[in-house]
Structure formats: C-alpha cells, structure tokens
C-alpha cells in the first residue's frame, strides 16, 4: 500500500484560518457505508441522523496554551516554542525552530519578558528547557501562552490580541476538563452545550475518554510504503464509569459513534473485557490506523477534513471505504467545504 495512493489536489483556500460565525454553524457531510450515498447538511442536523440513540464518546481533553514567542537572550535571535511535555521541577521537552544554533546554557526569554528558560541540551528533536524565575508556570502559560494552532493555520508573535482570544475559546471544546494537550480533538469543537443537551434529550448518551493528543499528531508520513510509519505513542485515561458505559453498550450491540479520530484510535486500543481498574484504566496507544484495520469497538464516527497522505485520511479511508470516502473527499472540494482543524464535519454512518 502505497502514500501516493492517498494523495488529492486541496486548493489553499479551503483550508479553513479562522472557525466559522458559531461553533454548530458548520457544514455536516453525511456519508452512508451501506447505501453508498453523500447528503450535506448543517451541523445542528446531527441528532437526525442518530436515531437508533448510539453511546457517543468524546475526548474530553484540554489543550494547553503551550505556544510562546521569545528570543536568545545572549544573541536576540527570536525563538518559537511549543512544550509538549508536563513540566516537572520546572523542567519540559520542547518543539524549538532553529534547535541546532542552541548552546547549553543558553537563557530564553519570552514575552512579555517575565518568563525565562535556560537551554539544558536536547532529547532527539526534542530541546530540554529548565525554567527559572517562575513560581506558578501553569498561571503563566495561561495568561501569556498561546494556542498551539497546527502550521496550516497562519499565526504569528504579532497576531492580535482579539485572535488571540478567539483561538483560547474557539480552539478548545466546551466540554474540555483534563489538561495535557498539544492539540484539540477537533471533531469536538462543533458542539455546542445546548446542542449537547438536545442530543441527550433525544436518548444519546455520552462517554469520555481522555487521549492527550502528542506532537506526533503533527508528524507526516515519511515513508512511501504505509507500513513502515510508525505513531508517537500517548497516553490516555478512561474512568471506571465512562469504561462500564462504553462495555456495557458494546455487550447490548449498542452503536458506538467515535468523535474524532483521537476517541476512535483511544477504542481501537483497549480490551473491554478487561476489568476496570478502581482508579481508571490507562495507558499508551501507538495505534496506526489505515485501510485493511478491522474496527472491533467503533461503528460511527465523526470527524473533520484532513490532510492528503496524513494518517488522519489514512484513518478515515479505513474506516468508510477508500473508495468511498475518495469520492467524498472530491465532493467536499467540488462543494467547497472548509477543510481541517477549524473547518467542515463528516459523519459516517
């Protein structure tokens, strides 16, 4: 199986730069597996397709504003940092551009300027950042920090601060609880608490699982033969009772719809026969998904538009079809739909 395979012209102007007016103003793509057929509605037209009430389960992980803007103190060349790792006695792992010109020792500062961090060495791609001068970091990647948006979403040190805010809110669902995200799980932010509250008035219920999305999420495939990809791994949580809602639903052939490929791939890698643990089941999920997988916890799933030859397509074609979702893909350009993390929703049933 080849990367090429996977490939499809994307005009740049369908990648979505800003989210739309609201969050359920989107557009909802519905592709059925068994009737083969592609209908376009709204978003808030999602409980209507729902109808046999299946357990929805959602990521209810909170990203970080891990994203800073600063310089090398000794030389003032500007830096960008994106942490990707819990900070530990003051100490983290970074994404850093222009990692290679860092000496040890070397003192960073970000802005505004209360923030500094010394260069300790580098893990693989990874810089070791010690942090000094700071008593509450989590309070200041709150007020200081930014999003860490995907690079196909043009953001920069000089960004207003009214985008700024729109990002904070926009790109974090509204049922996000559990801090440790690089990236939002992005089929989440469509909805809305009162949409939510309609789906459960309807009888779906909901589950949560928490994958705390990695920089992996952002790492192409650089092989031409799909199989010799390999996934960063990342840790995920599911609680004793979000664990007995989704066993319990798959025992009764309940439909389970997966919101998301972070929640799908979080199903794909547990053993529901396991017994729950008192504390939670936990762990890390490698899982690379591609067509040829066969699903053995996931019926539904809901997720955005993505890249061509990312994993995140790779995932998609395996689950509604190569063909299938080929061709929906064709159509969303044709049709004009706004692409990835801010962009336009499918469904497949």
């Given at each position: 199986m080849k990367l090429s395979d996977f490939d499809f012209e994307l005009p740049s102007d369908l990648i979505a730069q800003v989210p739309p007016s609201t969050r359920n103003a989107s557009r909802l793509m519905v592709v059925d597996r068994k009737t083969e057929t592609i209908s376009h509605h709204s978003f808030n037209d999602l409980p209507e397709f729902l109808q046999n009430s299946p357990l929805m389960v959602l990521n209810n992980v909170k990203v970080t504003p891990a994203k800073l803007y600063g310089f090398v103190e000794k030389s003032?060349?500007?830096?960008?940092?994106?942490?990707?790792?819990?900070?530990?006695?003051?100490?983290?792992?970074?994404?850093?551009?222009g990692l290679s010109k860092l000496k040890q020792g070397d003192v960073l500062k970000f802005l505004p300027d209360s923030l500094k961090a010394t260069f300790q060495g580098r893990e693989g791609s990874f810089a070791v950042l010690k942090f000094i001068e700071s008593d509450d970091l989590s309070a200041e990647l709150n007020r200081s920090g930014r999003m860490p948006l995907p690079p196909y979403i043009k953001r920069g040190k000089d960004d207003s601060p009214a985008l700024n805010l729109l990002d904070r809110e926009r790109y974090q669902t509204v049922f996000a609880e559990k801090e440790g995200a690089v990236a939002a799980p992005t089929a989440g932010l469509h909805f809305t608490p009162e949409l939510l509250d309609k789906m459960s008035?309807?009888?779906?219920?909901?589950?949560?699982?928490?994958?705390?999305?990695?920089?992996?999420?952002?790492?192409?495939?650089?092989t031409e033969e799909i199989t010799e990809h390999v996934m960063e791994k990342e840790a995920f949580e599911i609680s004793p009772e979000n664990w007995e809602k989704i066993r319990t639903a798959k025992d009764k052939r309940q439909a389970i719809l997966a919101v998301g490929s972070t929640s799908l791939r979080t199903l794909e890698s547990i053993n529901l026969k396991a017994t729950?643990?008192?504390?939670?089941?936990?762990?890390?999920?490698?899982?690379?998904?591609y067509p040829g997988h066969v699903f053995k916890n996931t019926d539904l799933l809901l997720t955005?538009?993505?890249?061509?030859?990312?994993?995140?397509?790779?995932?998609?074609?395996?689950?509604?079809?190569?063909?299938?979702?080929?061709?929906?893909?064709?159509?969303?350009?044709?049709?004009?739909?706004?692409?990835?993390?801010?962009?336009?929703?499918?469904?497949?049933?």
């Amino acid at each position: 199986m080849k990367l090429s395979d996977f490939d499809f012209e994307l005009p740049s102007d369908l990648i979505a730069q800003v989210p739309p007016s609201t969050r359920n103003a989107s557009r909802l793509m519905v592709v059925d597996r068994k009737t083969e057929t592609i209908s376009h509605h709204s978003f808030n037209d999602l409980p209507e397709f729902l109808q046999n009430s299946p357990l929805m389960v959602l990521n209810n992980v909170k990203v970080t504003p891990a994203k800073l803007y600063g310089f090398v103190e000794k030389s003032g060349r500007e830096v960008d940092v994106l942490l990707t790792s819990p900070v530990i006695n003051g100490t983290c792992k970074a994404l850093l551009k222009g990692l290679s010109k860092l000496k040890q020792g070397d003192v960073l500062k970000f802005l505004p300027d209360s923030l500094k961090a010394t260069f300790q060495g580098r893990e693989g791609s990874f810089a070791v950042l010690k942090f000094i001068e700071s008593d509450d970091l989590s309070a200041e990647l709150n007020r200081s920090g930014r999003m860490p948006l995907p690079p196909y979403i043009k953001r920069g040190k000089d960004d207003s601060p009214a985008l700024n805010l729109l990002d904070r809110e926009r790109y974090q669902t509204v049922f996000a609880e559990k801090e440790g995200a690089v990236a939002a799980p992005t089929a989440g932010l469509h909805f809305t608490p009162e949409l939510l509250d309609k789906m459960s008035q309807n009888q779906i219920d909901t589950a949560y699982i928490t994958l705390k999305v990695g920089p992996g999420t952002f790492q192409s495939i650089r092989t031409e033969e799909i199989t010799e990809h390999v996934m960063e791994k990342e840790a995920f949580e599911i609680s004793p009772e979000n664990w007995e809602k989704i066993r319990t639903a798959k025992d009764k052939r309940q439909a389970i719809l997966a919101v998301g490929s972070t929640s799908l791939r979080t199903l794909e890698s547990i053993n529901l026969k396991a017994t729950p643990q008192e504390g939670g089941n936990s762990g890390r999920t490698g899982i690379f998904i591609y067509p040829g997988h066969v699903f053995k916890n996931t019926d539904l799933l809901l997720t955005n538009f993505h890249l061509p030859k990312s994993t995140l397509f790779l995932l998609t074609c395996a689950f509604g079809g190569t063909r299938l979702i080929k061709g929906a893909y064709e159509e969303a350009v044709n049709k004009k739909y706004r692409f990835f993390s801010y962009g336009d929703a499918m469904l497949i049933l």
